[in-house]
């Protein structure tokens, strides 16, 4: 492909990427599969490698992060970011529509608006452009944090229809509930602090220096409002239809209100509902809809006079502890629960509470039916903040922390200088035997898809797999039929998990074609402690067989660069243990990759100097196998096709262009087989 051709097929390519992103990030409605939409972008940034300064940090490609920022310029706001005055009660709300009312000759109306718990955000378009994004700071000037901004699937790189040349959007970065869930289970995983709240972990993730990290964090943004010197708009409610248009994500709950009973309507019934948002929000947000009413109510030194925040009360209770359960999580972390009489707290009934830790746990020196203050917070999950002593009972019994795991009863352990309590019957506890089938079962590790957590969870529960290797034993009678509702332990989301034909075969089919997976992510997916998928590609590398890595002293695994002592003492637990033998034996049994050399053969130069192009969607492996295969035998794979390319891997739904091209070229098109057997031969 010439400059010219890539240059076309870039910018066709951004523009359908882009389109398909903003499906399934605005309009959560997407179009094409997740793999189709990776082998579009391997394609883009394929092109952009071969040829660099075609590549625009406009580019769909730039989302997925990598830029690093060593620190963040501090950038001017054009039009400052104020902030808003709040009320929390029915008279102060009033208070303000009587300010209102008295400034304003003509009849007029409000648009009520969820107030998002997230950081605010300034985005300068320019030309239809995302020129930058930088956070509120002071409100007079903030610091720029574009790299990271554009990571956020949902915020327009290049806007659909722009309403004008220059103008800033303003918008809240939020990290969902779901996001901040898996976040801090990872962080817990990893022994790393957690994040209080979603609030917090979004303002954390906004200024991280490496925004690959920001992009894996998942955060999301809602736009509120557009500033800019000539704007088409009459009224709020016209902007934010304006902003949807151009793209971005504009929430549904907003509302026109044109009495105050409406707005009080709107503020109780999402005082109900925010406990089921997949978000925070502290309160609703009141503004004057009408743009020429705004102006002329202006502003304070401080806060706009036509919009207003009201807050949703101190989400505080008082109740009866009526005693304390103990819950494992996916980690072994043993966390304490509160178990409460039923109180009523913004918009839910509580019934259950964290207590945190062992510490806290003491420090509140808790007593069967103490009366607890309970708060909701910015954080979803209810916590226990205090006790009222002066209530306590006369001979009470002190309630204590338990020493055994409640779900399998091993004697639990607590690391030095750690706060959590461990259970660490890591293999067989229910709950940790579900993180660590997740884990082996994830993307990054045997990539077997189709089994999610619930149908995880499901097979666990009916004793179809107590371990890794019992999932090679799976097959269609086994299958077949199984079928329950099941809860999500944390977040009590209730879902029927089935096994019918397709899923099944799905299944079975992403066991197969797991056999394939390199050694490398084999490593990985054991889930050996502290051994991340950087070190296990080094020790795969390293070792380039388990059996060596298997017979390693401690002295030799804490020669290898990098290996520090807590992993190579957990390596080395790790294989003297004789059950983890055993599964690793059955694993090996069942034609999983164990060493470098099976997947390179002798030949493992067999494709040196060999250019290949990869297309469509293919049986037997995923593309990203088949670029390892083709790699780990010394060739090279490309984005695009050219005179140079030697093979073009052709798999269904292969792009028409691309296969004319590899014909006027009179390239071979091959399929896997053929692939196959070169590296084999
Ligand atoms: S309007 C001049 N609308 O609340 C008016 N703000 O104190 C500017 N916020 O940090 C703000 N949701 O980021 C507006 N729907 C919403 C909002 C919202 C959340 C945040 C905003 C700012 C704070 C205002």
Redesign the pocket.
Known sequence: MNRDEAKKRISELSRQLEEHNYRYYVLADPRISDYDYDMMMEELTGLEEQFPDLRSEHSPSQRVGGQISKKFPVVVHRYP????GNTYSREELLAFDARVSKSLQSPYEYVC????????ISLTYEGGLLLRAVT?GDGVQGDEVTHNIRTIGSIPLRLQHPVGERFDV?G?VYMPHASFMKLNEMRQRNGESLFANPRNAAAGSLKMQDSSLVARRKLDC?I??ILGEELPFETHWDSLQGARDMGFRVSDDTRKCATMEEVFDYIHEYEERRAHLPYDIDGV?I?VNSHAQQRELGFTSK??RW?I?FKYKAERGLTRLKDVAFQVGRTGAVTPVAILEAVPIAGSTVQRASLYNAERMDEMDLHKDDMVYVEKGGDIIPKVTGVDTSQRKEGAKKLQFTRDCPECHTALIKNEGEAAHYCPNSDSCPPQLQGRIEHFTGRRAMNIDSLGEGKTALLIQQGRIANIADLYDLDHDKLIGLEKTMTDPLTGQTRKQSFRHKTVRNLLDALERSRQVPFERVLFALGIRHMGETMARKLARHFKDIRRLQEASYEELVAVRDVGEALASSIRAYFDDPDNQEILRRLKEAGLSFSLEEETGDSGEALRGKTFVVSGVFSRFSRDEIKQLIESHGGEVKGSISSKTDFVMAGEKMGPEKRKKAESLNIPLIGEEELASMVKG
């Not at 608006?113 to 605010?120: I, T, W």
């Open positions: 970011m104020l902030s808003l608006e969820l107030k998002f718990d997230g950081v605010a509120r303003r809240e809602f509120y409002g947000v503004k806060f706009p919009a925040s």
